[in-house]
């Protein structure tokens, strides 16, 4: 089976513009995780999502919003891009939400960079 | 207080050596642990979940002490292909939360 996809892998832009990144969860898993990772950090949680609803929400601002579709693939979404947005964006899926134990398999990222 | 903190890297040891790494986290209503393991430029890959009763897999030995709020990971025989850097990982309320890391704690093993 297919592990999580992310798209693209990598992806410039300037700041002020805005971006869509997009994730495939594991078949079979619906519940899609968002993380930011900037360089020498590790990953910092943004939002998740289960069965099309917000469950959680890190300490990012409004401009960083998401969704996640009938299929369960989901898309992340930065407005008004900073300097500060460069990193690399994590997508991870798990069966379900709501329980701690509950394993995320992460995706390969998509490499952002705002110039 | 940083919620999860690691020990600074990063670590240089010789093949075939033993290493351990520490974690520490804040919040004591932490339910379950993890230690990743991320290779430069990829994604963060499970190495293992950490039990109160501590837990072993091959090489790699992790323990819980909830009353400190203290996370370890011990290699032994250490090989080449564990060069990583190792993210001690918490998660708290029902996963709503996320996982938080900590910010990894790079490996280099020297042959």
């Known amino acids: 089976d297919a592990g999580v996809t992310q798209s693209p892998t990598h992806l410039i832009k300037t700041r002020g513009q805005h971006v869509t990144l997009r994730c495939s969860p594991i078949?079979?898993?619906?519940?899609v995780s968002w993380y930011q990772q900037v360089l020498g950090q590790g990953p910092q949680f943004i939002f998740q999502y289960y069965e099309k609803e917000e469950r959680g929400r890190g300490n990012f601002p409004d401009r960083f919003s998401a969704r996640q579709f009938p299929n369960y693939s989901s898309e992340l979404n930065v407005n008004a891009l900073l300097l500060g947005d460069s990193a690399l964006y994590l997508c991870?899926?798990?069966?379900?939400?709501?329980?701690?134990?509950?394993?995320?398999?992460f995706g390969p990222g998509t490499r952002l960079t705002v110039l | 207080r940083k919620e999860v903190e690691q020990d600074p890297g990063p670590f240089n040891v010789p093949e075939g050596a033993t290493v351990a790494f520490n974690c520490t986290y804040s919040n004591s209503a932490s339910q379950s642990f993890f230690w990743y393991r991320q290779d430069c430029r990829k994604e963060p890959k499970l190495l293992m979940s950490v039990y109160s009763s501590g837990n072993e897999d091959g090489r790699f030995t992790a323990q819980l002490n909830r009353a400190s709020q203290y996370i370890s990971l011990l290699i032994r025989d250490s090989k080449l292909s564990d060069s990583a850097t190792y993210l001690c990982v918490v998660n708290g309320r029902g996963g709503a939360d996320g996982l938080t890391f900590g910010k990894g704690t790079h490996l280099i093993i020297q042959p």
């Open positions: 991870a899926s798990s069966w379900t939400s709501g329980s701690s134990y509950n394993e995320q398999f």
């Open positions: 078949s079979g898993h619906k519940s």
